[in-house]
C-alpha cells in the first residue's frame, strides 16, 4: 500500500507517551500512530453515523449539558472536573452540526447519482 509522509502536532507528553510505549514493545512511532488511528477511527465513524439521526442528534444534545453531564458523573460516582464538563460541552454542537452534514451529503448523493 502506498504511504504518504504528513506533518501533524501533538501534545508533548502525548508524544512521549507514544515513543515511550513504541520502545517498550519495539516498534516505531509510526506504527503505534497508525495503530491507535485504525483502532479507532471506525468508532469514530459509527459515532458520527448514528449523531446523522435527528433523534439521536436531540439526545445527544441533551446529554452534553453541564447539567445533565454533572448528574450523570454523580450517579456514576466519578468527579468530573469543571473543564472536562466544558471540554464535552463545547464538542458538542461541532459534533451534531458534522453528523448532520454527513447525513445532507449522503441524503444528497441517494437523490443525485453520478
Do not use: W
Not at 519495539?26 to 449523531?51: A, D, F, W
Request: net charge negative.
Amino acid at each position: 500500500m502506498p504511504r504518504t509522509q504528513i506533518s501533524i502536532k501533538l501534545d508533548t507528553h502525548l508524544l512521549e507517551q507514544i515513543d515511550q510505549f513504541a520502545e517498550n514493545i519495539g516498534v516505531t512511532r509510526t506504527s503505534i500512530i497508525e495503530q491507535c488511528i485504525k483502532n479507532e477511527l471506525p468508532r469514530q465513524e459509527e459515532n458520527y453515523r448514528l449523531l446523522e439521526n435527528p433523534l439521536i442528534r436531540k439526545l445527544h444534545q441533551t446529554v452534553t449539558s453541564p447539567d445533565v453531564l454533572r448528574a450523570i458523573a454523580k450517579l456514576a460516582q466519578t468527579d468530573m472536573s469543571d473543564e472536562e464538563i466544558d471540554e464535552i460541552v463545547n464538542k458538542g454542537p461541532r459534533q451534531r452540526e458534522a453528523a448532520k452534514h454527513m447525513g445532507e451529503l449522503k441524503k444528497s448523493a441517494k437523490e443525485n447519482p453520478s
